[in-house]
């Protein structure tokens, strides 16, 4: 059996050999079959989704019922994970964004005084593992009401979705709401992760180098790297990772609070950004490249209980 995991940017598939992970953009084409295709020799496949929630698609049930239809085509036994915290063999509404919750199911006996804050390319996902009947049927919906849901990733993030000025020579500059810089670009340009894990499409759709990273952060402030100079440029940066650290610490520490949490673990490929910020536990040290890919792992061995 492999675990699939369909998000809005990327497909995820955890097999006896390892986490795969390919970039699938579901809001320009839909590849999902032909990616599959490649592991149609496992037995079955147990999948969990957020990708309905890409705006190619009218509305939520439209995108439960396109992935779910991609995948039966070529796994067509394929089991769905759904927020009541069960396997589904038909499109229902609850397969909406269970890919979190499937790492509660299975992380929640072995680490249970634990919050789980997962980072991925999108989003962050904080995760009490000591909840799990106030978890169920929960949506992306009232996990943004709650704090538990933060639409702050490693890599996709608008910078402007952050920050609305910064000051430079002592005077508050205005930035941009044009899509110009992510989240990508001031992480690579702090150092906080090296281009090759830059792995999303830029907003220029030019290359991840500093080079590229510094001339998209300049436009923020709709200027050229040469007309206001590297440090400023860098400055443009350094503020959106401070914004982007308060708002994750924060709300990682008021639901720990709210639950009575001990201590934190972080998975994703913004797990060893999150550890450092929190002082806790990468999960990537005990799992390995299996982190890159949790909800993955994580339903493919929810899958297995079911065998």
Not at 42 to 54: I, P, R, T
Not at 55 to 63: E, I, L, N, T, W
Not at 96 to 110: E, G, H, P, Q, S
Not at 220 to 238: K, N, P, R, S, W
Request: glycine share 6%; aromatic share 8%; with cysteine.
């Amino acid at each position: 059996m492999i675990g699939v995991d369909i998000g809005g940017a990327n497909l995820k598939v955890v097999d006896e050999a390892g986490a795969h992970i390919h970039y699938c953009p579901l809001w320009k084409e839909t590849p999902i079959r032909e990616i599959l295709q490649d592991y149609s020799s496992a037995d079955n496949a147990a999948v969990v989704m957020s990708g309905e929630l890409a705006d190619c698609f009218a509305s939520k049930q439209d995108g439960i019922e396109f992935i779910f239809t991609a995948v039966r085509d070529v796994f067509p036994h394929a089991i769905f994970y759904g927020t009541d915290g069960q396997f589904h063999t038909t499109p229902v509404s609850d397969l909406a964004a269970a890919n979190w919750l499937v790492m509660a199911d299975v992380l929640r006996d072995r680490y249970p005084d634990a919050v789980l804050v997962d980072m991925g390319s999108t989003t962050t996902d904080i995760i009490p593992l000591n909840a799990w009947e106030t978890l169920k049927g929960q949506t992306d919906f009232t996990r943004l009401k709650t704090g538990m849901l933060l639409y702050y990733g490693l890599l996709r993030t608008p910078v402007s979705s952050l920050i609305r000025s910064v000051c430079l020579d002592g005077s508050p500059v205005r930035v941009s709401t044009e899509y110009f810089a992510c989240a990508g670009d001031a992480h690579v340009l702090m150092g906080l992760i090296p281009p090759e894990m830059y792995t999303t499409v830029p907003p220029d759709s030019c290359s991840p180098s500093w080079d590229h990273c510094m001339r998209r952060m300049a436009r923020m402030v709709c200027a050229d790297v040469a007309e206001i100079g590297t440090e400023y440029v860098l400055h443009i940066a350094q503020a959106y990772v401070h914004e982007e650290q308060v708002c994750i610490t924060q709300a990682v520490r008021s639901v720990m609070e709210q639950y009575a949490c001990r201590r934190i673990l972080t998975v994703g490929v913004g797990s060893g950004l999150l550890s450092s910020w929190l002082d806790a536990h990468d999960l990537n040290r005990d799992m390995g490249s299996l982190s890159d890919a949790m909800p993955a792992w994580a339903v493919r061995e929810a899958g297995l209980r079911t065998v």
